[in-house]
T-cell receptor
Framework: QKEVEQDPGPLSVPEGAIVSLNCTYSNSAFQYFMWYRQYSRKGPELLMYTYSSGNKEDGRFTAQVDKSSKYISLFIRDSQPSDSATYLCAMSATRGSTLGRLYFGRGTQLTVWP | DGGITQSPKYLFRKEGQNVTLSCEQNLNHDAMYWYRQDPGQGLRLIYYSQIVNDFQKGDIAEGYSVSREKKESFPLTVTSAQKNPTAFYLC??????????FGDGTRLSIL
């Protein structure tokens, strides 16, 4: 079993839709949770960053972490064609030999059509 | 502007040849990382370094080598022992457990 599981999609939605992206994980030591956005032929760009459980909101984006279920989500409201990209979840532990090392999901490819 | 610079953007390797990918950061980060990205497989960790003059193997280190002689630089050499080197290579850096920041990658192909 991979440490982080993410449905690769692809996901195609109309402009203005609410998008839900999800990841599950198996390592209970993970405390930092990140979402990256990657446009074609570019490096991943940090979108959202949360520590431990709870919600975080930034404009049209909301990140949720449910540590009891080992499940994280990214919601995009009022989606725009410019949101079309691959979204990668990533997580890391706060202690131990893997300190600072990120574990990534495979990425979900999202297309928002006008 | 602070950031991570990877060069070249595109690189071609001949059979039996070693090639070196450059990664430079001016973010004053202690930790640096190299990933390989293949279609549909996400990012896989090749090597990482948490301090100067020290580095550790990641999940797919075979056929690769690195050095960390300066804080701002972490070059990756793809050796002839790496039989399937065609991929998108990404360098990242971070300050401790903080999120990693990425460069814009080097696309390596075989001639």
């Amino acid at each position: 079993q991979k440490e982080v599981e993410q449905d690769p999609g692809p996901l195609s939605v109309p402009e203005g839709a609410i998008v839900s992206l999800n990841c599950t994980y198996s390592n209970s030591a993970f405390q930092y949770f990140m979402w990256y956005r990657q446009y074609s032929r570019k490096g991943p760009e940090l979108l959202m960053y949360t520590y431990s459980s709870g919600n975080k909101e930034d404009g049209r984006f909301t990140a949720q972490v449910d540590k009891s279920s080992k499940y994280i989500s990214l919601f995009i409201r009022d989606s725009q064609p410019s949101d079309s990209a691959t979204y990668l979840c990533a997580m890391s532990a706060t202690r131990g030999s893997t300190l600072g090392r990120l574990y990534f999901g495979r990425g979900t490819q999202l297309t928002v059509w006008p | 502007d602070g950031g991570i610079t990877q060069s070249p953007k595109y690189l071609f390797r001949k059979e039996g040849q070693n090639v070196t990918l450059s990664c430079e950061q001016n973010l004053n980060h202690d930790a640096m990382y190299w990933y390989r990205q293949d279609p549909g497989q996400g990012l896989r960790l090749i090597y990482y370094s948490q301090i100067v003059n020290d580095f550790q193997k990641g999940d797919i280190a075979e056929g690769y080598s690195v050095s960390r002689e300066k804080k701002e630089s972490f070059p990756l050499t793809v050796t002839s022992a790496q039989k399937n080197p065609t991929a998108f290579y990404l360098c990242a850096s971070s300050a401790g457990v903080a999120p990693q920041h990425f460069g814009d990658g080097t696309r390596l192909s075989i001639l």
